[in-house]
C-alpha cells in the first residue's frame, strides 16, 4: 500500500500482482457504473465511427472495381456518394463518442473528487496525524486526472484499437487469407512489446506519482510557513529544497516520457515493415493474377486504418500505467477505515446535563509510549476542572479524548452515563465546545468565523457571542467591521483577538461542555486579562475542562488536576493543594503567584471604569445578550434551565 507521506518516492511500494492491477482496473471500471447511459452511448458512436470507417475502403475498392475497371459512371457516381455520406456519419459519430467520452471522464473525476474528498473529512486524527497535505491534495488533483485520462486515452482508445483490429483481421481473411495470416504476425510482436514496456512505465509513474505529493508537500509547508521561513531568513534554503525536488520530479517524467515515446515509433515500425510485406506479397500475387488489384488496394487501405490505432497504442500504454498508478493511490486513501466510528446501535447525546467522568483511562498515540495512566476524574454538572502540569505532560490529550479525538487504550470516558463510545459523533461533539490550543481561523469574514459552528446563526447571536467573548469592541473598529476578512489562518488578527475568536465560536454553541486548552503564551497581561473574563462568562453554568495557566481560573475551579508525565499526581481546589506543600504548591511559587498582584491592579483600574468602557467590562447587556444568544442557538438545549454553578466565585 502506498503511504501517506513523502517517504514512499524512494520506494513505492506498490502492488505489482496482475491480479492486483486488475482489481484496480475493475475498481476503476466499476466508477463508471453510475453514468453507464453515457458511456454505453460512447462505445456505441465507438462502434459505429469504427464501422463506417471501416467500409470506406471497402467502397474504394468497389469504385476501382465496378466504376474504373468496367467504366459503370453511374455506379461510380453512387460509391462517391456513399464515402461522402459514410464519410461524414463517421465524422458525427466520432464527435459523439470525443464528446460522451469526455463527459463519462469529467463526471467519474467529479465523483472521485468527492469521494475522497468526503473521507478526508471523516477519517480520524490519528490518520491526519500521519498524512502530509501536499499528498493527500496530489491524490485530488494529479492522481484524479491521471484516472480521468485513463479512461478516455486509455481505456477507450484501447477499446477503439481492439474492435478496430478484430474487424480488419476478420475483413482481411475474407478478402485473403494469407495475406490476413502476414498480417497477424504483428500482434504478438505488438503484445510483447507492450508487456515490455507496461512493466518499465508502472514503478516509473507510480514514482512520479509520489514525487508530485512530495513536491506538493514541500511547497504546501513552506507555503503556510513563510513567516517562519522569513523570519529565519531561510528563503534560499527553502528554493533549494523545493528545485531538488522539483528536479526529482523533472528526471523521473523525462525517464517516463522517454520510454513512452520510445515505445510509439517501435509500434509505428512494426506495422510499416507488415504494409510493405503486404504490399510486397500482394504485389506480386497480383501480378501472378492469384489476387485482384482491387483486393490489394482494400487490403492496403485497411493496413494503413490500422496503423492509426496502433500509433497511439503506445500512448495508450503510458495512460494504462498512469491510471493505474493514480486508482492506486486513490483507493488507498479510500480504503483506510476510520479509527473513529460510529456505533453501529449510536444513540443521539440529548439533554446534556454535564456529568464527565474519566474511568481508568491510558492512551497511547499510534501505539507509541503511554501518554497518559490511569486517569480517573469525575466532573459534575457546571463544575471547573482546572489541568495544570508541567509540557507535555497530557493536559491536551486528555481534553482530545472527550469528543472522541482519539479512543483510550484503556478505561472508558462517559456523559451523564453515556458512553461516549456509545453515542454518535456528531451529537457527541455539538455538546462539546472546544477552544483548542492552537486557534485555526478559516479565510472568510470575521461573522463567517464566528457563526462558522452554528450555520443560520442571526447576527443579533453573532454580536452577543462576541461581545460576551469581548470581541465585539475590536470587530466595531475594524472598516469592515464583522464583514472583514481575516485572512489565511486568521493572519489579520493578533493572537489574543483569534482567541477571543474562537471563543465566540465555541460561545455561539451553546455546548453544555466545554474544553477550553487556552494557551496564553503569545499574549500580554492585559489581553489574557480580557480572556480570562470572556472565558469566566462562557464557562458559568457549564461544565468546563481547562487547561488553566490563569490563577484566577484555578482558583475558581472545583477541582484542579495536577499532571506529570501523564498521571494526576494531586487533585483538589486552590486551598486543599495549597496545604499540601506539594507539586501544586512549586508550580503557584513559580508562575502563578505574581498574577494574584496583577489581578488586583487590573480591578481597581476597571473599577473606576476608565480603562474599556461600562459596556465591555461587565454591562448586564451582555449577560442577557448571551442569553440571548444562547437560548436561540440551540433547540436541542433550550429545554435545559442553564445550571447555575453550585461553587460560588
Ligand atoms: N499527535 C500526536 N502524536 C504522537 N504523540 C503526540 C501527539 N500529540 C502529543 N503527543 C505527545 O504526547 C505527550 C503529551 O502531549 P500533550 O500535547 O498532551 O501535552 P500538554 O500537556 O498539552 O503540553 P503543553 O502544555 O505543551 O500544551 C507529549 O509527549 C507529546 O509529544
Ligand atoms: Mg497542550
Not at 459505429?48 to 471497402?58: A, N, V
Request: proline share 2%; net charge neutral; with cysteine.
Amino acid at each position: 500500500m502506498t503511504s501517506f507521506s513523502g517517504n514512499s518516492t524512494k520506494t513505492s511500494l506498490y502492488a505489482d500482482t496482475w491480479q492486483a492491477n486488475l482489481r484496480i482496473y475493475a475498481r476503476i471500471f466499476a466508477l463508471l457504473r453510475p453514468h453507464w447511459f453515457q458511456s454505453f452511448g460512447a462505445v456505441a458512436c465507438l462502434g459505429l465511427s469504427t464501422g463506417l470507417s471501416l467500409i470506406i475502403p471497402w467502397l474504394i475498392a468497389t469504385v476501382i472495381a465496378t466504376g474504373l475497371q468496367h467504366g459503370q459512371l453511374n455506379n461510380l457516381l453512387y460509391i462517391a456518394l456513399a464515402i461522402l455520406v459514410s464519410s461524414a456519419l463517421r465524422g458525427l459519430f466520432a464527435y459523439g463518442q470525443g464528446y460522451l467520452s469526455q463527459s463519462v471522464s469529467n463526471l467519474v473525476a467529479y465523483d472521485l473528487r468527492n469521494q475522497v474528498y468526503d473521507h478526508l473529512q471523516k477519517l480520524s486524527f490519528a490518520f491526519h496525524d500521519e498524512s502530509e497535505t501536499g499528498q493527500l491534495m496530489s491524490r485530488l488533483t494529479v492522481d484524479i486526472e491521471a484516472v480521468r485520462n485513463f479512461i478516455t486515452l486509455g481505456l477507450l482508445r484501447g477499446l477503439l484499437t481492439l474492435v478496430t483490429f478484430v474487424a480488419i483481421t476478420i475483413i482481411l481473411f475474407r478478402l485473403d487469407v494469407y495475406l490476413a495470416l502476414v498480417t497477424l504476425i504483428s500482434v504478438p510482436i505488438l503484445i510483447f512489446l507492450s508487456i515490455q514496456v507496461a512493466r518499465r512505465l508502472r514503478p516509473l509513474w507510480m514514482d512520479v506519482q509520489n514525487e508530485n505529493g512530495a513536491l506538493g508537500t514541500v511547497m504546501q509547508e513552506s507555503l503556510s510557513g513563510v513567516r517562519v521561513v522569513k523570519a529565519f531568513a531561510r528563503e534560499e534554503f527553502e528554493i533549494a529544497k523545493f528545485g531538488a525536488k522539483n528536479q526529482e520530479l523533472r528526471t523521473l517524467n523525462m525517464s517516463a516520457m522517454r520510454l513512452s515515446a520510445w515505445n510509439q515509433p517501435l509500434m509505428i515500425l512494426v506495422i510499416n515493415i507488415i504494409t510493405v510485406l503486404i504490399v510486397w506479397i500482394g504485389g506480386v500475387a497480383v501480378i501472378g493474377h492469384r489476387l485482384s488489384l482491387p483486393v490489394l488496394v482494400a487490403i492496403a487501405q485497411y493496413i494503413l486504418l490500422l496503423s492509426t490505432p496502433v500509433r497511439s497504442f503506445g500512448f495508450m500504454v503510458t495512460w494504462f500505467m498512469r491510471g493505474l498508478s493514480g486508482g492506486e493511490r486513490i483507493f488507498s486513501v479510500l480504503d483506510v477505515q476510520s479509527t473513529i466510528t460510529d456505533a453501529p446501535n449510536a444513540r443521539t447525546l440529548k439533554n446534556v446535563q454535564g456529568h464527565v467522568a474519566f474511568e481508568h483511562v491510558s492512551f497511547a498515540y499510534n501505539n507509541g509510549p503511554e501518554v497518559l495512566n490511569d486517569i480517573n476524574i469525575d466532573a459534575k454538572p457546571g463544575q471547573i476542572i482546572a489541568l495544570l502540569g508541567a509540557t507535555g505532560s497530557g493536559k491536551s490529550t486528555i481534553l482530545s479524548l472527550l469528543p472522541r479525538f482519539y479512543d483510550p487504550t484503556q478505561g472508558r470516558l462517559t456523559i451523564d452515563g453515556n458512553g461516549v463510545r456509545e453515542v454518535t459523533q456528531r451529537s457527541l461533539r455539538q455538546n462539546i465546545g472546544l477552544v483548542l490550543q492552537d486557534v485555526f481561523l478559516f479565510n472568510a469574514t470575521l461573522r463567517d468565523n464566528i457563526a462558522y459552528g452554528v450555520a443560520n446563526a442571526t447576527d443579533e447571536q453573532i454580536i452577543a457571542a462576541a461581545k460576551v467573548a469581548r470581541i465585539h469592541d475590536f470587530a466595531l473598529t475594524l472598516p469592515d467591521g464583522y464583514d472583514t476578512w481575516v485572512g489565511e489562518r486568521g493572519v489579520t488578527l493578533s493572537g489574543g483577538q483569534k482567541q477571543r475568536v474562537a471563543i465566540a465560536r465555541t460561545l455561539l454553541l451553546n455546548p453544555r461542555i466545554l474544553v477550553l486548552d487556552d494557551s496564553t503564551s503569545s499574549v500580554d497581561m492585559e489581553t489574557e486579562y480580557l480572556i480570562q473574563q470572556a472565558l469566566d462568562a462562557v464557562m458559568n453554568g457549564r461544565t468546563t475542562f481547562v487547561v488553566a495557566s490563569r490563577l484566577r481560573t484555578i482558583k475558581n475551579a472545583d477541582q484542579i488536576l495536577i499532571l506529570d508525565k501523564g498521571s494526576i499526581v494531586e487533585r483538589g481546589t486552590h486551598e486543599s493543594l495549597l496545604a499540601l506543600n506539594g507539586a501544586y504548591t512549586r508550580l503557584y511559587d513559580l508562575q502563578l503567584r505574581e498574577q494574584e498582584e496583577f489581578e488586583t491592579r487590573m480591578l481597581s483600574v476597571q473599577n473606576k471604569d476608565s480603562l474599556y468602557g461600562s459596556d465591555v467590562s461587565h454591562s448586564p447587556v451582555q449577560e442577557d445578550g448571551r442569553d440571548r444568544c444562547i437560548a436561540s442557538s440551540s433547540e436541542e438545549t433550550t429545554n435545559q434551565p442553564d445550571k447555575k454553578r453550585e461553587v460560588t466565585r
